[in-house]
């Protein structure tokens, strides 16, 4: 079966019982709904390693499987773009010293 896909803000989080509640528009209607998403040990993540790094207002993109009655997220992308973290200034600083090392060799070639 084809996994079908939903992108969202994230209303609730529910570690313990690995679930997520997002909002969405429901393109069949043209409102806004509500979708509770499971996890399971098969989910996989992007932006972040699990479930508990997930938090409310974040957007979130999930390919899913329907079984049962129950949205089961197979995987979830949360968007980090738009909010300046940690990974974005870690990223940052870790290109500032290769920068300058490629402005230092040069100079010290030439140099002698």
Do not use: C
Not at 42 to 59: C, M, R, Y
Not at 81 to 96: D, I, N, Y
Not at 97 to 105: A, L, M, R, W
């Amino acid at each position: 079966k084809a996994a079908e896909w939903v992108w969202g803000e994230v209303v609730s989080v529910d570690p313990q019982n690995k679930q997520v509640v997002i909002k969405h528009l429901d393109y069949e209607s043209y409102k806004e709904a509500q979708m509770t998403l499971k996890v399971d040990e098969k989910t996989q993540f992007e932006n972040i390693a699990d479930l508990s790094e997930v938090k409310a207002g974040d957007h979130i993109s999930v390919d899913y499987q329907v079984k049962d009655g129950s949205h089961i997220a197979e995987f979830i992308v949360v968007e980090r773009e738009e909010t300046p973290g940690a990974p974005a200034a870690e990223s940052s600083e870790e290109q500032k010293p290769t920068s300058v090392q490629e402005e230092i060799s040069p100079k010290e070639e030439t140099v002698p």
